[in-house]
Each structure stands twice: as C-alpha cells, then as structure tokens.
C-alpha cells in the first residue's frame, strides 16, 4: 500500500498557500491599499477564504486524513496528523449557515460597537451583543464540549486548554496581583511630555532592535499601520508593522519588540516542516508569550537600556537631553492605574483581562445579562483596580474582541504573559544570568535559545506540553510573580 502521506500533504499545502495570500491581502489592506479599493478587497478575501474552506472540508482530504491516522509511526507524523484533524473537524462541525449568520452578525457587531462607542451608549450595542452571543453558544454546541460552552470556543485560541484550569490558574494571578497593585500603584510624573521624537529616528531605531533581536529582513519586513500586526504569507515572509508618534517614542519602541517577538516565532519554524501542519504556533497564547518576553522582561529591563538608552540618545538628542537613565526607566516601568487595557503596564494588564475573561464566561454562560454588563464591569473595575469608568466607552466598550463576537480570547493574553515568566526563567536556568548580554546589546543567546526551544518545536505538542518540556512545569503564575517581585518590590 502507498503512503498517504506525500497526497495529504500537498493537500495540506494548498491550504497554506490560500492562508498565505489571505494574509498578503489583509496586509495590504492595513498598509498601502488605496480607500477606494475597500470593497473589492472585502470581496477577494471572502473569495480566498471561501475557497480555503472548501479545500479543508473537503472529504477528499477528510479520508486522506483519515488513512494517514492509521499509517502515521513517527511522532511528528502523528502530531502532523491531530494537527490537521483538529482544524479540519472544527471547520466540518459548523453548518454553512450557522458560519454565515455569525460573518453577518460580526461585521453589523463592528458597526453597532463603532456607533456606540461614538454615543458613548452601550446600549447601541447591546443588541448585536445579544445576537452573537446567541450565535456562539451555537457555534459551541456544534463544536462539542463537556457541558461548559466556554471550553469549546476557548479551544479555537488555545487548543487542549480547558476553562476549569486557566480560571483556577486566573484566580491564584489575581489574588497575587490585587495587593501588589495597591503597594506599587502611583501617579508617575511624566517626564517626556511636549518634547518631540523625529519620525526617521525613530523609524531607524526600531530596525536596528529588530535586527539585533535577530529578525531576518531578508525573509520578512517592517512597514507602518494603525493597528500594529505580525502578518504574512511564509516563514520566509513574515511582514511587521508598527506605528509612529512623535510625541511618545513608546508604541514605535515597544510595538516594534513585541511584533518582532512574534515575528521571530514565525520566522523560526522548522525548514523541514515548512507548508506541514507542524509549521504553526500551538496556541494564541504561546504566540503572545514570545512578543511579551521580548517587549517586558527583556524591552522594560534595566540592563537592555543601559546599552540601548544611549543610542537611543544619539538619535533623539533633543527630544532626550537632560533625561537620565534612571528617569527613562522610571517611565518605561510606570505602574498605575488605568482604565484601558492597551495602555496598562505589565503588572495591572493581567487584571484587564481577569476581568474580561470572567465576564465574558458569565455572559456565554448565562449568568449575566447583556443588560447588566456594563455595571457589572464598573463594579469588577472598582474590585480589581480601584477605579470607575466616567462612561462605557472607556469602560465596557473600548475592545473590538467583543464586537467580533470573540469570546475566548483575551485569558490568551495573560497566557503570553505567564508562559513568558516561565521561559525567561527557564532559559536563565539553562544559559546562567540573562543581565550581562543585554547589557551589552547581545540579544543572540537568549533569541537562540528560544529559536531551538520553541519556535523549531513549531506545532509537535500542545501549547501547554511544550511549556512542561521546556520549563519542567505546566501553566502557573508563580514565576511571573516571582518575576515582578524582583522587579517591583
Ligand atoms: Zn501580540
């Protein structure tokens, strides 16, 4: 009998290669398509994507799949083979219609969500709200689960993971993070308001991060957005954005490490797995976990910026003349409290999305009304952070996630955030101090590290299995804390 293996895998192929034009238009679409070609864009998308599910529902590839089950003997064949299973029976399991109510409710969610937001009136959006969740526990419900709808939407982000564990794993995090927010939480002043950081200086310093970081620019790019993104068509073309403000050097700073810290997973995969089902990242989570070791626990630390801080000088001599170290560490590490998400420091995001996670279970569950969301948001503000939202748009409203009906996927936040911790102080274990090649700008031991450890693992294991090979333990918040304990305390 022949192999199924060489017919599954350029079935497989194909698939990556519709992906990787998908992903060549939508980054097109956030960095140089002209506005009028809006519409067409939409279309050509839906065209591709359309065509993918096709070819991934396929019965044809369905019993391909089904005989490379039976032939699989290598571990990597076997991975490749639950890989691909895992996608294409979530793809089988939701009826076409099902599929295209919920593409309709989420672009009239986005709409909703939009115009509520410039109301400042929940209710404008409440009804699409009510729509999409209905839509979802559907959705969940043909997907299957063991009686918690949120595990079967958790999954499409964080496959294998269940809700029972990241919760008990979020209330440990949570009962850590509340009094240290309430010991390390103050006003900082800022130092840097009113001075100007030259676009090209910028735009200068941020390629040199990245190539420092190790980011091929022979196999990828970085180009500006709105809303930054780590996007493209291959591990050979692994397309960054970021963004520019001339007045706060942070989003370029920062936006560019994090995006380089994704970029580096997906230029990292494997050759010899390129277009397989194992060239992949294991979960959302991981993914967050390599931008957020790049951008906080290397890009916030003392030791990177006694190296980079000077430079960095050199390029904004105006903007920075009379700012010491100490005084740009001191703004680089502000703790405080906040009331939007995509502007907390690292040691108040995780209660961001603590708070969002438990809502939205409540919400998908039944336990809490559409109606009452927005109070039950203040009040879990006011618990978590000591602070109240003047109005929704700053409060229930400022996500899109929502909006898109995504539920399920900010706890992979905090997973990037905890599953960082965990690698950093693994790859100290096993490289000694971390402290002295920062210091001296040499960013190669620990991006080699996580090159051979995690990104060439590509898809072998589930997200939190790899985690366990590498670290010696699963998911915990233990070494996080520990993390910001010696750093804040
Ligand atoms: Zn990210």
Request: hydrophobic share 40%; charged share 25%; net charge negative.
């Given at each position: 009998m022949t192999?199924?293996?060489?017919?599954?895998?350029?079935?497989?192929?194909?698939?990556?290669?519709?992906?990787?034009?998908?992903?060549?238009?939508?980054w097109d679409q956030e960095t140089y398509m002209p506005p009028q070609a809006a519409s067409a864009r939409a279309g050509q998308m839906a065209t591709l994507q359309g065509l993918y599910h096709e070819r991934l529902v396929d019965p044809v590839l369905g019993q391909l799949l089904e005989r490379a089950r039976e032939a699989a003997q290598t571990d990597d064949e076997k991975a490749e083979v639950r890989v691909a299973t895992l996608e294409r029976d979530r793809a089988v399991r939701v009826p076409a219609?099902?599929?295209?109510?919920?593409?309709d409710a989420q672009s009239r969610g986005v709409e909703?969500?939009?115009?509520?937001?410039?109301?400042?009136?929940?209710?404008?959006?409440?009804?699409?709200?009510?729509?999409?969740?209905?839509?979802?526990?559907?959705?969940?419900d043909a997907l299957g689960h063991e009686g918690n709808r949120y595990d079967a939407l958790l999954e499409a982000y964080?496959?294998?993971?269940?809700?029972?564990?990241?919760?008990?794993?979020?209330?440990a995090l949570r009962e850590a993070l509340v009094p240290r927010v309430q010991k390390?939480?103050?006003?900082?002043?800022?130092?840097?308001?009113?001075?100007?950081?030259?676009?090209?200086?910028?735009?200068?310093?941020?390629?040199?991060?990245?190539?420092?970081?190790?980011?091929?620019?022979?196999?990828?790019?970085?180009?500006?957005?709105?809303?930054p993104f780590t996007g493209g068509t291959h591990p050979k073309d692994v397309r960054?954005?970021?963004?520019?403000?001339?007045?706060?050097?942070?989003?370029?700073?920062?936006?560019a490490i994090h995006e380089g810290g994704h970029g580096l997973f997906e230029q990292g995969f494997a050759e010899a797995d390129f277009g397989t089902a194992l060239a992949a990242a294991p979960s959302m989570g991981l993914h967050e976990?390599?931008?957020?070791?790049?951008?906080?626990?290397?890009?916030r630390s003392a030791p990177f910026w006694e190296h980079?801080?000077?430079?960095?000088?050199?390029?904004?001599?105006?903007?920075?003349?009379?700012?010491?170290?100490?005084?740009?560490?001191?703004?680089?590490?502000?703790?405080?409290?906040?009331?939007?998400?995509?502007?907390?420091?690292?040691?108040t995001y995780n209660l961001h999305i603590i708070l969002r996670t438990e809502l939205e279970r409540a919400l998908l569950a039944g336990d809490l009304s559409v109606e009452g969301l927005p109070g039950a948001w203040r009040e879990a503000m006011d618990k978590l952070l000591g602070i109240r939202p003047q109005d929704d748009k700053d409060g229930v409203l400022q996500d899109i996630h929502w909006a898109w009906g995504e539920f399920g996927y900010f706890p992979t936040y905090a997973l990037g955030n905890l599953y960082a911790a965990q690698m950093y102080a693994a790859a100290e274990r096993d490289l000694g101090p971390l402290a002295p090649h920062l210091r001296r700008g040499d960013l190669r031991p620990l991006q080699q590290w996580l090159s051979k450890n995690v990104h060439a693992q590509g898809y072998r294991y589930p997200a939190e299995t790899l985690v366990e090979r590498v670290t010696g333990k699963g998911l915990d918040q233990e070494a996080f804390v520990r993390y910001l304990d010696a750093k804040f305390d």
């Amino acid at each position: 009998m022949t192999s199924p293996f060489p017919a599954f895998r350029a079935r497989w192929r194909e698939l990556k290669d519709l992906a990787g034009l998908v992903g060549l238009a939508s980054w097109d679409q956030e960095t140089y398509m002209p506005p009028q070609a809006a519409s067409a864009r939409a279309g050509q998308m839906a065209t591709l994507q359309g065509l993918y599910h096709e070819r991934l529902v396929d019965p044809v590839l369905g019993q391909l799949l089904e005989r490379a089950r039976e032939a699989a003997q290598t571990d990597d064949e076997k991975a490749e083979v639950r890989v691909a299973t895992l996608e294409r029976d979530r793809a089988v399991r939701v009826p076409a219609d099902l599929v295209r109510a919920l593409a309709d409710a989420q672009s009239r969610g986005v709409e909703q969500w939009k115009a509520a937001r410039e109301a400042k009136r929940f209710d404008v959006f409440a009804p699409s709200l009510q729509k999409l969740l209905k839509l979802r526990r559907e959705q969940a419900d043909a997907l299957g689960h063991e009686g918690n709808r949120y595990d079967a939407l958790l999954e499409a982000y964080e496959p294998g993971l269940r809700s029972d564990r990241l919760m008990k794993t979020l209330a440990a995090l949570r009962e850590a993070l509340v009094p240290r927010v309430q010991k390390w939480a103050t006003p900082a002043p800022t130092l840097l308001d009113g001075r100007k950081f030259p676009k090209d200086a910028q735009w200068r310093f941020t390629l040199r991060l990245l190539k420092d970081m190790g980011f091929d620019f022979e196999a990828g790019r970085q180009d500006l957005s709105t809303h930054p993104f780590t996007g493209g068509t291959h591990p050979k073309d692994v397309r960054l954005t970021t963004r520019i403000d001339e007045t706060n050097p942070f989003p370029a700073l920062f936006g560019a490490i994090h995006e380089g810290g994704h970029g580096l997973f997906e230029q990292g995969f494997a050759e010899a797995d390129f277009g397989t089902a194992l060239a992949a990242a294991p979960s959302m989570g991981l993914h967050e976990s390599q931008s957020r070791l790049w951008e906080n626990l290397v890009g916030r630390s003392a030791p990177f910026w006694e190296h980079y801080y000077p430079l960095f000088q050199k390029e904004c001599p105006d903007a920075l003349a009379g700012v010491s170290l100490e005084q740009w560490l001191s703004q680089v590490n502000r703790v405080e409290r906040t009331l939007v998400r995509v502007d907390a420091d690292e040691v108040t995001y995780n209660l961001h999305i603590i708070l969002r996670t438990e809502l939205e279970r409540a919400l998908l569950a039944g336990d809490l009304s559409v109606e009452g969301l927005p109070g039950a948001w203040r009040e879990a503000m006011d618990k978590l952070l000591g602070i109240r939202p003047q109005d929704d748009k700053d409060g229930v409203l400022q996500d899109i996630h929502w909006a898109w009906g995504e539920f399920g996927y900010f706890p992979t936040y905090a997973l990037g955030n905890l599953y960082a911790a965990q690698m950093y102080a693994a790859a100290e274990r096993d490289l000694g101090p971390l402290a002295p090649h920062l210091r001296r700008g040499d960013l190669r031991p620990l991006q080699q590290w996580l090159s051979k450890n995690v990104h060439a693992q590509g898809y072998r294991y589930p997200a939190e299995t790899l985690v366990e090979r590498v670290t010696g333990k699963g998911l915990d918040q233990e070494a996080f804390v520990r993390y910001l304990d010696a750093k804040f305390d």
